[in-house]
Structure formats: structure tokens, C-alpha cells
């Protein structure tokens, strides 16, 4: 039995226009410049959130300057106003890997500093866009400051979207990682979960990997799965997508069968654990989270939630 996602993932909303010509286009950009707004991110990945987590802060922009900081990305334009995002070090000197949150935030009515697993699936749709397509952007700023091909250091263009080199003058463009989701049940009542080594005890999810070179989306969903738990699927459909950030993945969710009653061999070193799970507790966990003893999930900002909730028919819970 095959299931569709009930809504879009939490980090697939993009709401306003992304206005890819304007992005080059200084003339325009100074004339929406002085009503244009500026999201913070900070080298965390993190941004203020306010409203009890539903709304990204955005400031006036002209208060960084009489045009965009350097470094600064445009994120897209509504009904004429222009939304800008800089980055700021979290704090000085401070060098911290981005994104590690398992743990939902309490949530105030003052504003704070969360990152996109935080407050992704609290975010209303056009916060949630805008945060996403920052903290991608950023994090490419990041990883790609010399040029792949010669080594020289680059600079960026077009608003942030386009990276050049000092030395060959190679132009790079936003870059992202293919990897595959794959929610596998039994075609009836059963899901297959796994756990990662590094994860804590009980926290479970669909399985998932990194697209190879030359390998397509398929041929990635059967081979990951057969690597990680043993198990050979079939019936390989195609659910959605969510950009993840943490660095730069796109994930691509998809469902498939497998026999339950095939023996589950956990990959060494990539699986601590594996099992079959019923739809009813999958449900129960997500609604109310720690009901099911040694059963966690997932965040809501991640599609794998979304898949899980999807096919077990559980309500949404922030
Ligand atoms: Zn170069």
C-alpha cells in the first residue's frame, strides 16, 4: 500500500520570488535598497526567531549600509520589497560546526537564536523559505572560498549566487548534495527503522545515503539499503524533496517494499541498529513524543518526519 507526503517538508517552502535577473542587476537593487529588509544568520546557523518560533526577525537593510555588505545575499523580492540576508561570526573568534540540535527548543514569546532544525517546522512558510535558502547559500560561502580547479582564492557575485575565481576566472554556482531517503515498509503495517551509531539510544529513522557518481536516484535507494540492513526492496516510488543544509544536501525522499521476514543485517560502523516498527507506535511517537518506550524520532524540520508522519497518518505536532 503506497502513501503520498501530507503537505510540503518543512524546509521545501519558498514562498516569495527568488528574481534571478535582479540579482545582477545593481541599478534595480539600489532603487529597492532603501526599503529592502536583512535577515542575521550567524556562523552557527542560526538565526532570531520571534512569535514563539513562527517568524524569522528581519531589519531594515539601510541599517547595514547604504547597499548590500559585502558578503550579503539576495534572497528574492514580494510586492516590491527586496529580502537580503548577511552573516555574522556567533561570537568572536567562536568556530563552531553548524547544526547539531536533536532537541526541540522551548519556545518564548521573546525573540531567540535558533538554527533551521530548531525552528524549521515552527517557521510560517516565508520565514522558513528565507532561512533555508540564507543558511544554504552560506554554508556554500563557506566550503568554497578557492577555486576547485586552480586553487586561487574567489570571489562572489550576482548578489551571492555566483562564485569566481581571482586566478582562472572559473565561475561555480550554488552547489548541493544529492542524497536519497527511503521510508521501506512491508506494504502493510510495518516500517523499517534504523538507528546511527552516533545517535543517542532509541532515537530511529528512514534510511538514507549519498547519491554515487554515475548512480542513479534508484540504483541508490536498493544499493544503500541493501548495504545498510541487508534488506532488497522493490516498488521504488518517489515522494518529495527538501533541501538540508548541514552542509549542503538535497534530500530525496522515496518509499519502497521490503519482506519483513528477510533477516536484518546492520552494516558495521553505519547502523547500530535496525527493526521493524508498527504503524501504531510510529503514530503514537509522533504525537506524543516519548509516549513509546525506546522509540524517538526525528525533528519536525527534517523530511524524515514528514515521511514518517505521512504514512502513518499521525496529526501534526510542533
Ligand atoms: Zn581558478
Known amino acids: 500500500m503506497s502513501f503520498d ?17 535582479l540579482r545582477g542587476d545593481s541599478e534595480r537593487i539600489a532603487a529597492l535598497w532603501p526599503k529592502a529588509r536583512m535577515i542575521v544568520v550567524d556562523t552557527r546557523g542560526r538565526t532570531l526567531v520571534a512569535e514563539r518560533g513562527t517568524r524569522v526577525v528581519d531589519r531594515p537593510a539601510v541599517e547595514f549600509g547604504e547597499q548590500p555588505p559585502l558578503g550579503s545575499v539576495l534572497l528574492g523580492e514580494q510586492d516590491g520589497v527586496a529580502y537580503f540576508a548577511v552573516l555574522m561570526p556567533a561570537e568572536e573568534g567562536e568556530q563552531v560546526p553548524v547544526g547539531r540540535s536533536w532537541v526541540a527548543p522551548e519556545l518564548t514569546d521573546e ?8 525552528a524549521g517546522a515552527t517557521l510560517d512558510d516565508m520565514s522558513a523559505g528565507l532561512f533555508t535558502t540564507a543558511a544554504a547559500l552560506f554554508q556554500w560561502h563557506r566550503l568554497g572560498k578557492f577555486c576547485a580547479k586552480c586553487g586561487s582564492p574567489t570571489g562572489l557575485e550576482k548578489s ?11 565561475e561555480e554556482y550554488p552547489r548541493t548534495d544529492a542524497a536519497v531517503i527511503c521510508l521501506v515498509h512491508d506494504g502493510a ?3 523499517l527503522l534504523a538507528r546511527g551509531p552516533g545517535w543517542p539510544e532509541g532515537r530511529f529513522s528512514v534510511l538514507a545515503g549519498f547519491v554515487e557518481s554515475g548512480e542513479s ?18 516498488d521504488i516510488r518517489y515522494l518529495g524533496s527538501q533541501p538540508w543544509p548541514f552542509p549542503r544536501s538535497l534530500m530525496i525522499g522515496f518509499e519502497a517494499v521490503a519482506d519483513p521476514s528477510e533477516p536484518l543485517v546492520p552494516a558495521d560502523g553505519e547502523i547500530a541498529e535496525a527493526r521493524w516498527v508498527s504503524r501504531a507506535d510510529v503514530r503514537m511517537a509522533i504525537e506524543e513524543p516519548g509516549s513509546v518506550p ?3 524520532l526525528a525533528g519536525g524540520a527534517s523530511i524524515a518526519f514528514r515521511m514518517l508522519q505521512s504514512w502513518s497518518g499521525a496529526a501534526h505536532s510542533a
Open 189 to 191: 503495517d510495518q516500517v
Open 5 to 21: 507526503l501530507v503537505g510540503l517538508p518543512a524546509l521545501s517552502r519558498f514562498t516569495i520570488d527568488r528574481s534571478e535577473p
Open 160 to 170: 551571492g549566487w555566483v562564485s569566481v575565481c581571482s586566478g582562472c576566472g572559473r
Open 217 to 234: 536516484l534508484e540504483a541508490c535507494v536498493a544499493r544503500e539499503i541493501l548495504e545498510e540492513v541487508g534488506v532488497t526492496v522493490r
Open 294 to 296: 525506546g522509540l524517538g
Open 111 to 118: 525573540p531567540q537564536w535558533l538554527d533551521l532544525r530548531q
